[in-house]
């Protein structure tokens, strides 16, 4: 009876775990949005070697807020981006390392996902593409210039950069159980900054 009642407990358990682990990764898989239209706000393009002093972050974002899109042309779609990569903050979306410059800033800005949900198509990137983030201060436009594999504990994706830099970072394989080994880094420039005349703050 005793031997019964532990395996139905196990179970139990198991169904459980399966039930919450799915419910995680559907929440991270759905929130990465198809573009069905041409995804341009209305903007004014500015050089991105010009008005050194744009954008400015009079309030940075609170862990966890919504506060930008990344718009990621080849893949065709929209991710959410939100302050933080702690657990919940990568369920839900791409997180921003918080320690970080924000999009559009000098230095290095790092986003980061899980590659089994919403950075689960970067594998299709190529140098060159572009990478578009947008927020409330307008649309930075950078180009990829270099992909590479690393080991997780590299420490030379945090490195400060010279000029605005987007770093993107996932687990690598894409395809393996458990904890990744590796870590899948894309690095792009930036290429073109647009004030953005009228944007609704994302939601």
Not at 66 to 82: D, G, S, W
Not at 143 to 168: G, N, S, Y
Request: glycine share 6%.
């Amino acid at each position: 009876m005793k031997i019964k009642c532990l395996a139905a407990g196990l179970l139990l358990i198991g169904i459980s775990l399966t039930a919450v682990n799915t419910y995680y990764y559907l929440q991270g898989y759905l929130s990465v949005q198809p573009v069905k239209t041409n995804f341009s706000p209305p903007v004014e393009v500015t050089e991105a070697n010009s008005d050194k002093q744009w954008p400015i972050y009079e309030v940075k974002p609170s862990v966890g807020e919504k506060f930008a899109e990344l718009y990621i042309p080849r893949l065709e779609q929209v991710f959410p981006i939100y302050e933080g990569t702690g657990i919940e903050v990568l369920r839900t979306g791409v997180g921003h390392y918080i320690r970080s410059a924000l999009p559009g800033e000098d230095n290095n800005t790092i986003l980061s996902g899980h590659r089994d949900t919403v950075f689960r198509g970067l594998r299709h990137l190529k140098e060159d593409d572009e990478l578009v983030v947008t927020t409330t201060k307008g649309t930075f436009t950078y180009k990829i210039h270099r992909i590479r594999i690393v080991e997780a504990d590299d420490q030379t994706v945090m490195t400060p950069k010279p000029t605005a830099t987007l770093t993107v970072t996932t687990c690598y394989p894409f395809y393996f159980l458990g904890n990744a080994p590796e870590r899948y880094i894309i690095s792009a420039k930036l290429i073109s900054k647009q004030r953005v005349i009228t944007w609704n703050h994302p939601r």
